[in-house]
């Protein structure tokens, strides 16, 4: 892949995660009709005004990132490519696990009362856009 097309992958990657921190802030400040539920935003038990800090800190990250691939320059140190590129895949395969297990679960392949029907389980939205930053790492450490 040239450094054009990991720049535009990280881009769309980028705006993809923006579009989510700014849809749940719109959604707790404004509650819009059109948008997911309050609770549909959050998979975790962070406060919102340190959760936000954390989302806004990594849009810094990513747009750092993108903004030095694309001048050409290097992301990380030789050494540090390949264990931050075992995280990208590791993250995705845990997230994409917990997307499908809380599926199934919904679906009652585990039974009624399962682990699967937990909320950090049946949070898709945020199990989706960690999926995004997952994604992000990987394109990084492809870089």
Do not use: C, N
């Not at 054009?4 to 700014?22: E, I, Q, Y």
């Not at 802030?25 to 936000?52: E, I, K, N, T, V």
């Not at 997230?95 to 297990?101: D, H, N, P, S």
């Amino acid at each position: 892949m040239s450094d054009t097309r990991f720049v535009a992958a990280s881009v769309v990657l980028g705006l993809a995660f923006l579009l989510r921190v700014a849809g749940q802030a719109a959604q707790r400040w404004w509650a819009f009709g059109f948008l997911p539920s309050q609770d549909a935003w959050q998979g975790s038990s962070l406060p919102f005004p340190a959760l936000l800090g954390v989302q806004v800190v990594i849009l810094v990250i990513i747009s750092a990132a993108t903004l030095r691939m694309r001048a050409g320059r290097s992301l990380f140190g030789g050494r540090w490519a390949r264990p931050i590129a075992w995280f990208g895949a590791l993250y995705f395969a845990a997230m994409a696990a917990r997307l499908v297990i809380g599926i199934l679960g919904d679906a009652g392949a585990f039974g009624g009362d399962s682990f699967a029907a937990g909320k950090w389980f049946t949070a898709y939205l945020p199990t989706s856009f960690h999926l995004v930053l997952a994604l992000e790492v990987m394109v990084f450490t492809a870089y």
